[in-house]
């Protein structure tokens, strides 16, 4: 069975441009989380999402934002992107919303310049 | 406000000895606590968990203790292999706020000498 599916895996932007990052949960899991992880930190978490309804947000500024589609991927979107922005995004997906069962993908490492 | 926190950032243990993990909370309305282990270019991997009303989870190797009026958890692994080196995350799910939301700590980096 596929894992969470993340892409794309690495990207390079520029200040003040917008990005776009994908992910597919394990077939069956309704519910999808993002965390960003800063390099020497632990993950933290941006959003959830169940059944197509976000159900939880994380103390980062309106400039994120995120969507489930009816097939459960989900897009997480940044825009007028900051040096401070370069990260790790890591997608988790879950059966349900409140399950710890969650699996991580490998991420989006994204850099901004 | 590090609602988590992991305050070892590295150790080190010679294969065969026991490797402990400790980490420190402050929200008393977390529900579970687990475990996660993480190697380079890839995302974290359950290991293990422990719920809020239990003080203590086994699973082979591993076992979670749990001191919730120390608000404090740690994580034995016996015997150490050099299989397990790689960055642990402590995790709190829950605690009142978002009800599907992980909490983790800083990570502490687990080097298993043969």
């Known amino acids: 069975d596929a894992g969470v599916t993340q892409s794309p895996t690495h990207l390079i932007k520029t200040r003040g441009q917008h990005v776009t990052l994908r992910c597919s949960p394990i077939?069956?899991?309704?519910?999808v989380s993002w965390y960003q992880q800063v390099l020497g930190q632990g993950p933290q978490f941006i959003f959830q999402?169940?059944?197509?309804?976000?159900?939880g947000r994380g103390n980062f500024p309106d400039r994120f934002s995120a969507r489930q589609f009816p097939n459960y991927s989900s897009e997480l979107n940044v825009n007028a992107l900051l040096l401070g922005d370069s990260a790790l995004y890591l997608c988790?997906?879950?059966?349900?919303?409140?399950?710890?069962?969650?699996?991580f993908g490998s991420g989006t490492r994204l850099t901004v310049v | 406000d590090q609602q988590v926190k992991q305050n070892s950032p590295s150790l080190s243990v010679q294969e065969g000895r026991i490797s402990i993990l400790n980490c420190d909370y402050t929200n008393s309305m977390f529900d579970y606590f687990l475990w996660y282990k993480k190697y380079p270019a890839e995302g974290p991997t359950f290991l293990i968990s422990?719920?809020?009303?239990?003080d203590k989870n086994e699973d082979g190797r591993f076992t979670v203790f749990l001191n919730k009026s120390a608000k404090h958890l740690s994580l034995h692994i016996v015997p150490s292999q050099p299989g397990d080196s790689a960055v642990y995350f402590c995790?709190?799910?829950?605690?009142?706020?978002?009800?599907?939301?992980?909490?983790f700590g800083q990570g502490t980096i687990l080097t298993v000498h043969p």
């Open positions: 999402y169940y059944e197509k309804e976000e159900r």
């Open positions: 422990i719920s809020s009303i239990k």
């Open positions: 995790a709190a799910l829950g605690g009142g706020t978002s009800y599907g939301k992980l909490t």
């Open positions: 988790a997906s879950s059966p349900t919303a409140g399950n710890y069962g969650y699996t």
């Open positions: 077939s069956g899991h309704k519910s």
